[in-house]
């Protein structure tokens, strides 16, 4: 698996994730990036290729996922304004525990959203209401802090 992150230099952040998709998939592959495609609940996926890709950004990065298993990845910056309420809404009993006894709830929610959203984006289903059916730990390895943002990738290997 290679994961990479770049600013966005003042692109959007899908222009960003497009572009450093195909210098990723060129460098690995040796080969230009095939025709993306979009599943029927809007996952891309490549029309002709063994690869699979999740890209995420942030109001300053994008970061890009590319492997040979089904992925999905989310990020989101560590000092984006947040509403510790979402909790409420977002976490299941299991991960809320989690979240009431945590030593920085900000961090404990910005963990279960990157996970929750990764997770959405490995299965390729799309988020549909709210994602408090999931459990999720504050301890998950594929969390990890990288250029300012937690980030969460998630295969099926």
Request: aromatic fraction near 8%; charged fraction near 30%; hydrophobic fraction near 40%.
């Amino acid at each position: 698996m290679i994961l990479e992150s770049r600013p966005l230099e003042g692109r959007r952040g899908h222009e960003a994730g497009r572009a450093l998709l195909a210098e990723l998939y060129t460098r690995e592959t040796g080969e230009a990036m095939p025709e993306i495609r979009i599943a029927e609940w809007g996952k891309p996926y490549f029309a002709d290729s063994p690869w699979h890709f999740s890209i995420s950004h942030t109001r300053r990065r994008v970061f890009v996922a590319l492997s040979r298993h089904n992925i999905g990845i989310d990020a989101e910056e560590l000092d984006r304004p947040l509403n510790l309420k979402l909790a409420d809404k977002v976490l299941s009993p299991a991960e809320r525990v989690q979240f009431d006894t945590a030593p920085d709830p900000r961090r404990a929610l910005l963990t279960f959203w990157v996970l929750k959203e990764a997770d959405v984006k490995l299965s390729g289903t799309g988020l549909q209401g709210y994602p408090n059916q999931t459990n999720f730990t504050l301890e998950d390895p594929r969390v990890q802090e990288m250029d300012g943002c937690l980030v969460a990738v998630l295969t099926e290997e």
